[in-house]
């Protein structure tokens, strides 16, 4: 199976003949990788440069992001999403240039309503309760205009869109499930299924302790769901109780990866792939976040040699 073969197994519930996918939601040290000279690129990074220079700058940039997932085994590409949508089609075809058909590619959309920023939480909840159709023709709109998005992204070459609007703290959601129900599962279902019509596969990405609306959020349609925090206290065991059939992505501590040490962040490798799992497919190997700034490359390293040992079905009978 190619990476993106098997990642394709897993999204649709089943169970790779070949080593377990693996992505990261970001990959954010590719100075430490690379050296300065080749940081991933950002959309700001391209301001003021145009013609051949941009599109070369382009090409090097999804040759790097190649580089990254053949060094780390990865099954889908990231990192394409920190340029603005043009670029990122345009990133799309040098990767298939390179790549062909081997990495499954992916996009970055979602419209529902979030997590609010500090300074307004208040004033976000009380437009929810004392506003209720402007908030919910608002949400409505936000969910048409993503799935716009995710249907050009789509078009150009995206298979796997990930929703990345965070719902949860570390002790429940920010809005109680009654409250959920009404303002954000509608219109994330209008965007699964403007995904799927378009060809996707939808990804639900959330922080926090999901248990109170895990219910909700599989019953749109989503194919897989990310991140599994175990920092909220998610078990990655008991949500494949109660979720046999859908793909789980990640619950490898991210806090261990970053600041543990090599025998706990293998132990947490470990037990997400004895019970996400690799025996019983339909998981993807991942942190409960990314690869972001201040992770150790022998960290992460750590935890996927853990993958290598045990990340094939017969590793488990």
């Known amino acids: 199976m190619t990476p ?63 580089e990254v997932a053949k060094r780390f085994k990865l099954n889908t590409i990231t990192g394409l999403h920190w340029l603005n949508l043009e670029d990122q089609c345009r990133s799309f075809e040098y990767i298939h240039e390179i790549a062909g058909d081997t990495y499954m590619l992916s996009a970055f959309v979602d419209g529902t309503f979030s997590i609010p920023n500090g300074d307004s939480m208040v004033e976000h909840v009380v437009w929810l309760n004392e506003k209720a159709d402007e908030a919910l023709a608002q949400a409505q709109a936000q969910a048409e205009g993503a799935v716009a998005t995710a249907k050009g992204l789509i078009e150009a070459g995206a298979e796997v869109v990930f929703m990345c609007a965070d719902y949860c703290f570390n002790d429940g959601p920010f809005l109680s499930p009654r409250m959920f129900a009404r303002f954000v599962t509608p219109y994330l279902k209008v965007l699964v299924d403007g995904i799927h019509e378009a060809g996707g596969y939808a990804v639900k990405h959330t922080d926090g302790d999901i248990m109170p609306i895990l219910d909700q959020m599989v019953g749109t349609g989503i194919d897989a769901l990310h991140s599994l925090d175990p920092m909220a206290g998610v078990d ?16 490898v501590n991210c806090a261990l990866v970053q600041a543990g040490t090599i025998e706990e962040t293998q132990a947490s490798a470990r037990y997400c792939l004895e019970h996400g799992g690799v025996k019983h497919g339909a998981y993807v190997f991942a942190t409960s976040n990314c690869i972001f700034k201040g992770v150790p490359l022998p960290n992460y390293e750590a935890m996927l040699a853990v993958r290598d040992e045990l990340g094939y079905p017969e590793a488990w009978g």
């Open 4 to 66: 993106r073969e098997a990642m394709l197994t897993a999204l649709k519930g089943g169970r790779p003949d070949s080593l377990v996918p693996h992505i990261e939601l970001e990959f954010q040290l590719t100075d430490e990788l690379f050296g300065p000279e080749r940081q991933a690129l950002r959309d700001g990074d391209l301001r003021d440069v145009t013609g051949p220079e941009r599109q070369d700058r382009l090409k090097r940039n999804a040759e790097m992001w190649v």
């Open 236 to 251: 990655i065991r008991a949500v494949r109780a109660l979720c046999p059939d859908l793909c789980l992505i990640g619950n």
